[in-house]
């Protein structure tokens, strides 16, 4: 496929100089170069064929990076890194080493917010725009791309209430296409569905707040967006330009998915729009059946989602429950204490996050949650490495946050009968809060375990081995963890692998067990120094034990994106990076992990 005019822009300077009966031909262009790509590669496909005409309208009037263009969510960034001069780098998008599926400060100096969580780039705007005064940088603007459900979230009306009483001259492109994954839910949308229709009569809602206000005006019409920009950035003060645009635009398919406009994708077929290959059973929709199952014979069970219904699996539940369902918009910390009220209120709630989306409300989790010893459930989505989304999805810190909250328990199933197991045992606790974690993708087969011993699930015991090595698997690593049992076993080592089942706080009877073995390894997708691994160590030294204790996990660094299993293997979360720590540990002589033979490999 070839790009006549898109081939030819290497930076915004380009842009600027083509002429208005040239931006149709790009902006077809770019619509066509998405979809080729991203249905290649899997990413947020409907959002950013929504932009397009907008992004392009930016770039002629505004010059980043002199002036600072702040994306809210980031997902929304491709035509900005199209048009900033990374077009031919897409055949790598997501993958490791390769284009971000989100601005990253390392790829170009036209992109300045990396953080994709929502609702932040009013308030990083606020604080750039105040920062240019005091350094007398008149000469620069500040523009913040927001909406795409981005306003439904607490901190964007914080940001909105000190600009508006401010003089900064801050424009806020608001990207108005009704949705987040589905349709926009609150009073707010519905202030916006006014605008659009022509009903609303009087201030809007920003010129309340002391914003000047252009718009509502077609966001696919690039004279229009441009001209609107233009008189903005003569304004001294903050104004709002209103766009209206079409989520996935120009893309059947995505225009004909009600549910999400194809917001975003894994790998698909784009003549067809359909997925390529056989779906296995995920861990979100192993989820969303055992809630639809528990709905049916709970009825005190109610659901929350921050606007993500579909991603973590409460579709059906919804389908069938729909009085029993709340989507507050990307409003976690509400999220959390309005479940807190529900609770009070008898009901027990279950909140459904992605788990990188859970440190937004840790305060709303010990404060109004746990302080009251509420029952409330917190299923996190996500949990551990998620792969292409990269550092701001990773869901590394659920473990570490929720280890500190006093009452909170928190369960990671190895497979789905125990998730259906753990879910059960959760909504049974009415004395405080609860948690489950589950990583993103395929939940892949049953992991058996050989027997329980107070509470513990007994996965693996070396036959005629003494008690070399203790292995204390989270979640869905037990299966690397058996596996590396597997191979210490063909070098003589007994190990014991168990499943905490409830990994938080440590179950007491670790430490004993423990004791009974010369090291005991943690193994975990979280960050080591503060998980399972870090409570375990702490339980051991209260109780005594003179056995080692060592955390294997993720560093507490930021992660770049890629493929999930080589995030892993890159950390020694792997059966043979494990088998070879422990080898290393056992012999007390060595510095660095004892290589395997290579002619072993795990069963």
Partial sequence: MSFSVLGRITGPEDLKMLSPDQLPTLAGEIRDFLVEKVCATGGHLGPNLGVVELTIALHRVFDSPTDRMVFDTGHQSYVHKMLTGRWAAFDGLRAAGGLSGYPLREESEHDLVENSHASTALSYADGLAKGQRLHGEDHRRVI?????????????????????????????????????????????????????????????????????????????????????????????????????????????????????????????????????????LSWTGAFGGEMERIGATRSEVVALTAAMLRPVGLHRFAQRFPERVFDTGIAEQHTVTSAAGMAMAGLHPVVCLYATF???????????????????????DRAGVTGPDGPSHHGMWDLALLGTVPGMRVASPRDPAQLAELLDEALDTTDGPTALRFPKGGAGAAVPALGRMQGLDILHRTRSRPLDVLLVAVGVLAGAAIGAAELLAAEGIGATVVDPRWVLPVNDALAPLAARHRVTLSVEDGVRASGVGAALTLACADARVPTPVHALGLPSEFLGHGERADLHAEHGLTARSIAETALALLTTEATTPTPLPRERTAR
């Avoid at 009483?165 to 569905?193: C, E, I, K, M, W």
């Avoid at 010129?207 to 441009?226: Q, S």
């Avoid at 079409?246 to 359909?274: C, F, L, P, Q, W």
């Avoid at 989790?365 to 029952?375: E, T």
């Fill in 358 to 380: 859970l440190n937004r409300a840790v305060d709303q989790i010990v404060m109004d949650v746990a302080l009251h010893g509420l029952p409330v459930t917190f299923v996190l």
């Fill in 144 to 280: 913040a791309v927001t909406g795409d459900g981005a306003l439904t979230g607490g901190m964007a009306w914080e940001a909105m209430n000190n600009l508006g009483h401010g003089a900064a001259p801050v424009v806020v492109v608001l990207n108005d296409n009704g949705r987040s994954y589905a349709p926009t839910v609150g009073g707010f949308a519905q202030h916006l569905a006014a605008l659009r229709a022509g009903r609303h009569r009087g201030p809007t809602v920003f010129e309340c707040m002391g914003f000047a206000y252009i718009g509502p005006l077609d966001g696919h019409d690039i004279a229009a967006v441009e001209a609107a920009c233009r008189k903005a950035a003569e304004l001294t003060g903050p104004v709002v330009v209103h766009c209206v645009t079409e989520k996935g635009r120009g893309y059947v398919h995505a225009e004909n998915d009600e549910a999400e406009r194809m917001h975003g994708i894994g790998v698909i077929d784009s003549a067809t729009g359909r997925t390529r290959g056989g779906r296995s």
